[in-house]
């Protein structure tokens, strides 16, 4: 069975950092596409940042510059770093992963079928 697990996330101050980890079981890790996605409250779930099975990287607007999505095939991991948090970047983060190749990213939630179990991340003074 492919399940994701994360970790991470919690209460951070405005302008801090902090990382987001997930770790796959049942499945290697170097054929899929690999992405982060928020769900704050009240909205629908949106895209943060992929990477495709080659490495390319994508980031939404709001979090380019901000955010860094990493991925260790070898250990079956995938990380996402957030610098300079903001109170709009409250949610709840999900990690996905969707069978690619190449270059492919895919951006939006239902081109995803498998999931992490979400982990919140409040930004607040």
């Known amino acids: 069975q492919k399940q994701l697990m994360q970790s991470g996330g919690g209460s951070v101050q405005p302008g801090g950092s902090l990382q987001l980890s997930c770790v796959g079981s049942?499945?290697?890790?170097?054929?899929?596409?690999v992405a982060w996605f928020r769900q704050a409250p009240g909205k629908e779930r949106e895209g943060v940042s992929a990477?495709?099975?080659?490495?390319?990287?994508w980031s939404s607007n709001s979090m380019r510059g901000r955010v860094t999505i990493d991925r260790d095939n070898v250990n079956n991991k995938i990380y996402l770093r957030i610098i300079m948090l903001k109170p709009e970047d409250t949610g709840v983060y999900y990690c996905?992963?969707?069978?690619?190749?190449?270059?492919?990213?895919?951006?939006?939630?239902?081109?995803?079928?498998?999931w992490g179990q979400g982990s919140q991340v409040t930004v607040s003074s």
């Open positions: 996905a992963i969707k069978r690619g190749t190449g270059s492919d990213i895919y951006t939006l939630p239902h081109e995803y079928d498998i």
């Open positions: 990477m495709s099975v080659v490495g390319n990287t």
């Open positions: 049942g499945f290697i890790l170097d054929p899929y596409v």
